[in-house]
């Protein structure tokens, strides 16, 4: 029958594609673990102690992508971090050269033409910012965006936050490619490969922000997971008019196999991003243990359905106001210190409509990296009142081998249409359409025995499956 098939097909997949993907015994000893410095502390009270301790001075400049640039997808344009950071450090001055988009390809020099931010700029002008910097990008003679020479241009600048990464995964084809194909045996050496050519690029951007601004000290910031209902190859389940939607077979399918992989795959960049910040002895804000993936209102403008006044829908990979609540809190934490290799996380809580974060401190030293991996699964966070969805999909294991099985075969089967070539044989069209129609029929099966019909057997030939997964 053409059900025992398809789950047979994604068992089949899902079995031959995950041994690569298996993650090592930890070697962590609980004691160990129990040594290691971390401090609890609300968030409010953090903040307060350590500006009245020692109080930083100068400017703090935001660097990098759409994490600090996030004005675009709050529910409140006007509250984006820049002026929630002043607010946190009252007589610190925050300047804003992070540019949504911002990949570590073209930090250094980004032209209209190759990554454009013309959106962003006539979003700006339509929010009533009482701060002048904040309606305009800062841009050279010839149009172009040159992070490092801006930087430059700033005086007295204490601080450098540097967020810079998630959209060479998000938007780079051949970076998504290699690490969608890593997923197959074969090819798991390219996932290394990846993460250390990352590493090259980010130690040359670094070098660039400490030639600009040499008495500056440094954070760098590790970017959330994205909601589970967003997929970084289908993004969110909504239409034009950013209304959620359902029926999207293929959107789905990626949505249940994406965060069972994400982490394997980009955890080894992410470490090129701690390594880098044990060289300079700086830290680090991993917001992948700050958000949390299951929750909606820590993305974008709050809720799956919800448009701002710019028009813009609901993201699963921005900042919501809530979540740049958290950004702006663990920034000014982080420069309220001494320059150290820690690692600084959030625990957020919700009383009523308010929200509350806890920051957790860890030295980013050999046993914290030994067992690390991006996202939540050492971390106990969880949004009260919010199911962990883990059941959307189905009750049984069963239901979770084909789904995976078949998503991350269709998955696989993009490779070549990002890098600009053909399917793997698969047709999305024809196979959407055998699905649905296969679910049709089973439906139908499934009320003529509710109404006591007698079902014929099923004569389907098994070669009528999409070739994508036989």
């Given at each position: 029958a053409k059900s025992s098939f398809l789950f047979t097909a994604g068992l089949a997949v899902t079995a031959a594609l995950t041994s690569s993907a298996r993650r090592r015994p930890s070697t962590r000893s609980p004691a160990a673990g129990r040594a290691a410095r971390v401090t609890l502390l609300a968030a409010k009270q953090v903040v307060s102690q350590a500006t009245s301790k020692a109080a930083p001075t100068g400017s703090v400049v935001l660097l990098g992508d759409s994490v600090l640039d996030n004005f675009y997808w709050l529910k409140t344009p006007s509250r984006h971090l820049r002026v929630q950071l002043e607010q946190q450090l009252p007589g610190l001055t925050c300047v804003n050269l992070a540019v949504d988009q911002m990949t570590t390809f073209d930090f250094e020099e980004r032209k209209p033409d190759t990554?454009?931010?013309?959106?962003?700029?006539?979003?700006?002008?339509?929010?009533?910012?009482?701060?002048?910097?904040?309606?305009?990008?800062?841009?050279?003679?010839?149009?172009?965006?040159?992070?490092?020479?801006?930087?430059?241009?700033?005086?007295?600048?204490?601080?450098?936050?540097?967020?810079?990464?998630?959209?060479?995964?998000?938007?780079?084809?051949?970076?998504?490619?290699?690490?969608?194909?890593s997923l197959a045996p074969p090819f798991t050496g390219r996932r290394q490969e990846v993460a250390e050519e990352f590493g090259g690029r980010l130690r040359g951007i670094v070098a660039s922000i400490k030639k600009a601004a040499p008495k500056a000290e440094l954070v760098l910031v590790v970017p959330y997971q994205p909601h589970k209902e967003f997929s970084l190859l289908y993004g969110a389940p909504i239409n034009v008019e950013g209304e959620r939607i359902s029926g999207d077979l293929a959107g789905d399918l990626a949505r249940v196999v994406e965060p069972a992989y994400l982490s394997d795959l980009v955890t080894p960049m992410v470490l090129q991003i701690y390594a880098v910040a044990?060289?300079?002895?700086?830290p680090v804000l991993d917001l992948s243990k700050t958000f949390d993936p299951l929750?909606?209102?820590?993305?974008?403008?709050?809720?799956?359905?919800?448009?701002?006044?710019?028009?813009?829908?609901?993201?699963?990979?921005?900042?919501?106001?809530?979540?740049?609540?958290?950004?702006?809190?663990?920034?000014?934490?982080?420069?309220?210190?001494?320059?150290?290799?820690?690692?600084?996380?959030?625990?957020?809580?919700?009383?009523?409509?308010?929200?509350?974060?806890?920051?957790?401190?860890?030295?980013?030293?050999?046993?914290?990296?030994?067992?690390?991996?991006?996202?939540?699964?050492?971390?106990?966070?969880?949004?009260?009142?919010?199911?962990?969805?883990?059941?959307?999909?189905?009750?049984?294991?069963?239901?979770?081998?084909?789904?995976?099985?078949?998503?991350?075969?269709?998955?696989?089967?993009?490779?070549?249409?990002?890098?600009?070539?053909?399917?793997?044989?698969?047709?999305?069209?024809?196979?959407?359409?055998?699905?649905?129609?296969?679910?049709?029929?089973?439906?139908?099966?499934?009320?003529?025995?509710?109404?006591?019909?007698?079902v014929p057997a099923e004569t389907a030939p098994a070669a009528d499956l999409p070739k994508a997964i036989t």
């Open positions: 990554n454009s931010w013309e959106p962003y700029v006539q979003a700006r002008r339509k929010v009533d910012f009482p701060n002048e910097q904040d309606r305009e990008y800062r841009l050279d003679d010839d149009g172009a965006i040159r992070s490092a020479k801006n930087l430059a241009s700033v005086e007295d600048v204490s601080w450098c936050v540097l967020s810079i990464g998630g959209n060479d995964v998000y938007l780079n084809a051949s970076v998504k490619a290699n690490l969608l194909m044990r060289e300079l002895n700086c929750c909606e209102e820590h993305y974008g403008t709050g809720r799956i359905g919800a448009v701002n006044k710019l028009g813009v829908p609901w993201s699963g990979v921005e900042p919501s106001d809530a979540s740049c609540g958290f950004i702006a809190q663990l920034i000014a934490h982080a420069v309220s210190r001494p320059a150290s290799a820690m690692v600084y996380t959030g625990l957020p809580s919700q009383n009523g409509s308010r929200w509350k974060l806890q920051i957790k401190e860890q030295p980013n030293d050999v046993l914290y990296v030994e067992d690390y991996q991006f996202g939540i699964a050492d971390n106990s966070i969880r949004t009260p009142g919010k199911g962990d969805g883990s059941n959307d999909m189905g009750d049984s294991g069963i239901k979770s081998g084909l789904f995976l099985g078949v998503g991350l075969a269709l998955l696989l089967n993009g490779v070549p249409v990002l890098l600009g070539g053909d399917p793997l044989g698969f047709d999305r069209q024809e196979f959407e359409e055998k699905l649905k129609e296969q679910i049709n029929e089973e439906k139908a099966a499934a009320q003529q025995v509710a109404d006591g019909v007698k």
